[in-house]
């Protein structure tokens, strides 16, 4: 292999690195179509008889169809994602049933999957065993809850 092929697959290398090193610092899917391009470029370097300055525009064509063709659309969906609710953030807005009473002095229980969870009321009432209650804080290990008008229990 040529000296020269060897010092231009280390400059695309290089960019590539440089790009996705960015990306990961800054999430903005702008820099990532730039490691993809470079990372082509690098195959391209091994062409015979293609000029360094073609690999070049090759790089600068695919980067900007990367960009403005694929970012827009993974964009939505990266926003779509966010609403997600995980872990304790799921659990707000849950309807339950207690299986313990709590009262001002003491933590009441609800079983929420498989999980029992503490308990207690978010204005001091007594939530009694049997009744729904809705989630609406977790504080630490202890979800607050208030007692439900109405309605079914949803886990």
């Not at 000296?3 to 290089?14: F, G, H, L, P, S």
């Not at 229980?109 to 804080?137: M, P």
């Amino acid at each position: 292999m040529a000296t020269e092929t060897i010092i231009i697959v280390c400059v695309w290398a290089a960019i590539t690195v440089a790009s996705v090193v960015v990306e990961v610092m800054t999430p903005q899917l702008v820099s990532i179509w730039f490691a993809i391009a470079a990372a082509v470029c690098i195959g391209l370097s091994f062409i015979p008889g293609l000029p360094f300055w073609g690999t070049i525009i090759i790089f600068g064509v695919l980067s900007v169809i990367l960009l403005f063709s694929l970012r827009p659309t993974l964009t939505k969906l990266m926003k779509r994602n966010k609403d997600l609710k995980t872990n304790v953030d799921s659990l707000l807005g849950k309807k339950v049933r207690m299986i313990a009473t709590s009262d001002f002095d003491d933590l009441g229980q609800a079983k929420v999957g498989d999980v029992v969870w503490s308990v207690k009321s978010r204005d001091g009432e007594t939530l009694k065993e049997g009744e729904i209650v809705e989630i609406v804080d977790v504080d630490g290990n202890k979800l607050i809850a208030i007692p439900c008008a109405e309605g079914e229990e949803n886990d």
